[in-house]
């Protein structure tokens, strides 16, 4: 039997302790694997100091529930290390229920039209820490 392919694009690129993620397309669970992992590696780096993780989401299509599952369920690693904020840009309101409703035993994600409006407003928020 052969490994699954991942499905899913990503980048990962720390600017300061905000993590800004753009995603794209279709995901699966090996998609969202991978992705973890990067966002792992850079949060290691921070060395224990608060972080925020701002999500563009424009390019998203869908992912599989086992993706999704594992995404939420990186929230709580998330939590004990460090991160204080997620942004997200590019939902639509059901989308944007549904984190709601994800993240309801964490920090409550804002949501914004335009990646400079978030990355200043995470930028801020840890600042005033």
Request: charged share 15%; with cysteine; proline share 3%.
């Amino acid at each position: 039997m052969t490994d699954a392919i991942a499905h899913g694009k990503f980048s990962v690129t720390p600017q300061g302790q905000v993590l800004l993620c753009e995603i794209q397309g279709a995901w699966n669970k090996q998609g969202s694997a991978q992705l973890i992992e990067d966002v792992k590696a850079v949060v290691q780096g921070f060395a224990g100091k608060n972080w925020a993780r701002v999500m563009d989401m424009q390019g998203w299509e869908l992912a599989t529930p086992d993706a999704i599952s594992m995404m939420t369920d990186f929230s709580t690693w998330e939590d004990q290390h460090g991160c204080v904020l997620r942004c997200f840009i590019g939902l639509n309101p059901i989308q944007q229920q549904l984190l709601e409703m994800k993240y309801q035993h964490s920090h409550k994600p804002q949501h914004f039209s335009h990646t400079d409006t978030a990355l200043s407003y995470a930028k801020q928020f840890l600042q005033r820490l």
